[in-house]
């Protein structure tokens, strides 16, 4: 049975029930009946809060996101201005608090993506709320002065996203790089992009 948090509602606690059950079972294991089980829920329960399977991943892909901002904390980013070394700095903590404390969140992530790559309309969903960390990363490449912030926040969503792959599922799952490493790593990236004349 899924441990329920206090303060958590019914409808969190089935999305988190759902993003257990991608985890370990992956999106064949992902039926309402499974989720009631092991929510301890009575039958039919996530029926009643998600009635079709689309409803039940939108559910999830809701949660995921809501999940991830708690651990990616957009809020946490340094005010517009700050410089590269104290903006690399803050996206190494985030992103080395969730290769190390949120593993799980990273597989059902890559679940719920390749799902969306096979359904439009969850395409759409997941496209959405992804974009709560889009923006603000658009928004600190201009601050910082790139000639192109929206490719450069792709350049480092990018190096994030390599990085959470190769960590979760690649051949570095067994050796996370430390968060002075990652920052290293932001940091070389970020001069490259905006240190330097853009390239021709």
Do not use: W
């Not at 390599?162 to 990652?182: K, N, R």
């Not at 932001?186 to 905006?194: D, K, N, P, V």
Request: include cysteine.
């Amino acid at each position: 049975m899924a441990a329920r948090n206090p303060g958590t509602s019914r409808a969190e606690l089935i999305a988190d029930t759902a993003l257990a059950l991608l985890t370990e079972r992956g999106m064949r294991g992902l039926t309402h009946r499974a989720v009631d089980e092991l929510a301890g829920l009575p039958q039919g329960s996530t029926s009643n809060q998600a009635r079709t399977r689309r409803a039940l991943l939108e559910a999830a892909v809701g949660r995921q996101a809501e999940r991830e901002a708690k651990v990616l904390v957009p809020a946490e980013m340094p005010a517009p201005g700050s410089g590269l070394d104290e903006l690399a700095g803050a996206l190494a903590l985030s992103l080395h608090r969730y290769l190390t404390d949120h593993r799980e969140l990273l597989v059902s992530r890559y679940e719920l993506a390749l799902e969306a790559t096979r359904r439009p309309e969850l395409r759409a969903y997941y496209d959405a709320a992804g974009r709560q960390f889009r923006a603000p990363l658009v928004a600190l490449m201009k601050a910082a002065g790139s000639s192109a912030p929206e490719r450069h926040a792709l350049s480092l969503i990018s190096f994030s996203e390599g990085l959470m792959f190769s960590c979760a599922a690649g051949s570095y799952h067994a050796e996370v790089p430390s968060e002075p490493e990652i920052r290293l790593g932001f940091a070389e990236l970020l001069r490259g992009m905006l240190a330097g004349p853009p390239l021709r």
